[in-house]
């Protein structure tokens, strides 16, 4: 199976610009999660969707938001940006059922490198 | 809240030698742990999980309920254990994961 992609790899944007970021996950996964990398906060969780619906969000501002299509692809969108928001964004696929708690291994794409000038 | 603690950002050790990157969690539930490795431009990828038991690549990690830890062990370090390791933490609610810090492990010849 092709694993998890991410386009762009690399987006350089200025401050108030907002941005677009696409995931397309593991053929047959219907969840798929996001997060923010950056030296000084490491790992952080944005949100989690699965089957189009948001499942869980994670305490970032409403700047952030998500969607996901019913080919299970997602787009995450920052509006308004800031210089904090310079990071890697990580999407990750699960074959998670969405009932109950879900220890299905998450498989990380490449990360969209995102510069904020 | 969920929290993981990684102490240690930098490991360094000799190859054959035993490493040990430790991990301490704080969850009211029950939780899931899992142990995940970033090489060197590669994506991060699953190294090995709690509810597994299994050891991949010589590494194992065993939970301590009473210590809050899920330290990660091997007992003879090789070169290309050199990597980003990340200990993270699944809440029984959902599929949210909550990551430490990381320890950057070098692994010297």
């Known amino acids: 199976k092709a694993g998890v992609t991410q386009t762009p790899r690399y987006l350089i944007k200025t401050r108030g610009q907002q941005v677009t970021l696409s995931c397309s996950p593991i053929s047959g996964h219907r969840s798929v999660s996001w997060y923010q990398q950056t030296p000084g906060q490491g790992l952080q969780f944005l949100f989690e969707?699965?089957?189009?619906?948001?499942?869980n969000k994670g305490n970032f501002p409403g700047r952030f938001s998500g969607r996901q299509f019913s080919n299970s692809r997602s787009e995450m969108n920052v509006s308004t940006l800031e210089l904090g928001d310079s990071a890697l964004y990580l999407c990750a696929s699960s074959s998670s059922t969405g009932q109950g708690p879900s220890y299905n291994e998450q498989f990380f794409g490449p990360g969209t490198r995102l510069t904020v000038l | 809240a969920q929290r993981v603690t990684q102490p240690e950002k930098l490991l360094s050790v000799f190859k054959g030698a035993p490493v040990e990157l430790k991990c301490n969690y704080s969850y009211s539930g029950s939780p899931e742990l899992f142990w995940y490795v970033q090489y060197s431009r590669q994506r991060l990828q699953l190294l090995l999980r709690?509810?597994s038991r299994e050891s991949i690549k010589g590494f194992t990690a065993d939970l301590n309920k009473g210590e809050t830890s899920f330290h990660l062990k091997k007992p003879f370090a090789q070169e290309e254990d050199s990597a980003m390791y990340y200990c993270a933490l699944i809440e029984t609610s959902g599929s949210r994961l909550t990551f430490g810090e990381g320890t950057q492990l070098t692994v010297n010849p």
């Open positions: 709690h509810i």
């Open positions: 969707y699965f089957s189009e619906t948001q499942r």
